[in-house]
């Protein structure tokens, strides 16, 4: 196999080095854009597109291209960085996203929404449409969120431990087949000896995760840290005290909650109620 060549690194911004790479490896092949399109079966103004920052294009076309270039996986990456980016994937969510690729456990608290490693595609998309994202950017970021839920599914997948709250149980999707899709995909993931799904009803009132959604990792290093996001902004906490504070208030919530046992009877209970609800 060829070995992995170096980014080309002139621009920070991953968006512009993903197609300063893409340029850089059709000029070094001595390739007109006409004829990159030729070999590769593609419309070549994809490619100029492509190069000039003004679309991305999807993952089909951008594992054609590392194949033909012969650098496995590279613009990829570089793709999915550049996804990431252009959203509302800031910084410090990428910051997280990296350790969260790296962690051997981790555990979450839902406010509102099925969290992305549950999420079937429909219902990223509709979320996502909800916060703005149309065509093109929709369906990449609905994919970039597909392949991050593949985390629980593969090799070596971490334990995972979520606490949702009632409300993101009775916040259907506007398609009720859908809706229902989704509750299943839930239910079936409780299956996982991975996955730990507990319900907090909204009968246990107020308590200490009512404000934001909340990660907690553990790392192989057996350091922990946390994120919180409330949707419109989201913070990394490395710091050993405020994430032990936050840690307690996790524990105490998930004290509230009912057992995972009960929690997926809960799941299945809503899923009949909305088989047999022709309203929802």
Sequence with gaps: MPTRRAVTGRSREPRARFAEELRQLRVERGHSL????????????????????????????????????ETPGLLLALWELAISDKTQFKERYRRYMALEAE????????????????????????????????????????????????????????????????????????DAGEWRAQLEHLAAMTERDNVIVHVLPFSVGLHGLLSADMWYLRLPDGRTVAYTENGYRGELIEE?????????????????????????????????????????
Excluded at 247 to 266: E, I, M
């Design 34 to 69: 006409r004829q990159l399109g030729e070999r590769l079966g593609w419309d070549w103004s994809l490619f100029g597109k492509m190069e000039k920052g003004e679309t991305l294009g999807g993952p089909e076309v951008v594992q054609a291209l590392d194949h033909y270039y």
């Design 103 to 174: 962690a051997t456990s981790l555990w979450h608290f839902a406010v509102s929404v099925v969290p992305g490693l549950l999420q079937t595609p429909h219902y990223a998309r509709e979320l996502l449409a909800s916060g703005g994202l149309r065509g093109e950017e929709l369906e990449q970021q609905v994919e970039a969120r597909m392949r991050r839920s593949e985390l629980l599914t593969g090799e070596d997948a971490p334990q995972f431990r979520t606490i949702l709250s009632e409300a993101v149980l009775r916040t259907p999707l506007l």
């Design 240 to 280: 050993t005290a405020p994430v032990e504070r936050l840690q307690l208030t996790y524990d105490s919530v998930r004290d509230l909650a009912l057992s995972p046992a009960k929690s997926r009877g809960f799941i299945l209970r809503i899923l009949e109620e909305v088989a047999c609800d022709p309203s929802i």
